[in-house]
């Protein structure tokens, strides 16, 4: 049984009650993200299941869908970013659990208290962005660097060749 996906999320109770949540979320929303973008349109697709496993653990597992852009750190143009992530994080209620969690899984500390939705699932999406994301190659920036090839007198090999004739 899917619902729509809510704002806040209390991750034990929800385990407990087995809940599963599908939705888009605005790209606005993630406020640690936007400055790592060239912009801030359309959002993502989640889908959140909590629940209890068959060792009684619980946990969310979570797919996250969509494209963001990014900024390219060499030509400081738009870079496509797609997205497509699956996570499994145990829900512990203290530090002193999340040594107890099984191998695979990265902890999801809630106390009872409501957690933002963006917020969690931001948090899977920053362990992704690249630290200095760049287009492909040289030749895949904007044309102002496309145009701006390596010198020929840059290249080692080219000066070898101009020493030998
Ligand atoms: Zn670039």
């Known amino acids: 049984m899917l619902d729509c996906l809510p704002e806040t999320v209390e991750p034990i109770g929800l385990a407990d009650a087995g809940r599963s949540f599908r939705g888009e979320i605005a790209i606005a929303a993630f406020e640690r993200l936007r400055p790592l973008l060239a912009d801030t ?3 993502l697709r989640v889908l959140l299941t ?3 496993d068959e ?4 946990v969310l597992t979570g797919l996250i869908e969509g494209r963001l ?9 738009a870079l496509e970013f797609p997205l ?3 996570f499994r994080l145990g829900i512990v209620a203290s530090e002193a659990e999340i040594d107890r969690l099984p191998e695979g899984y990265e902890p999801l500390l809630a106390n009872g208290e409501l957690l933002r939705t963006a917020d969690v699932v931001e948090d899977e ?4 962005i690249p630290a200095v994301p760049m287009h492909g190659g040289e030749t ?6 496309r145009n701006r090839p390596v010198q020929e007198r840059d290249n080692p090999f080219s000066v070898l060749e101009k020493l030998k004739t």
């Not at 895949?140 to 660097?145: F, H, P, T, V």
Request: hydrophobic letters at 30%; proline letters at 0%; glycine letters at 10%.
């Open 50 to 52: 909590f629940r209890r």
């Open 41 to 43: 349109e359309g959002g």
């Open 84 to 86: 497509q992530v699956e």
């Open 140 to 145: 895949q920036c904007e044309s102002g660097y």
């Open 55 to 58: 060792r009684r653990l619980r």
């Open 125 to 128: 999406i920053l362990l992704l």
């Open 69 to 77: 852009r990014l900024i390219c750190q060499r030509c400081l143009q």
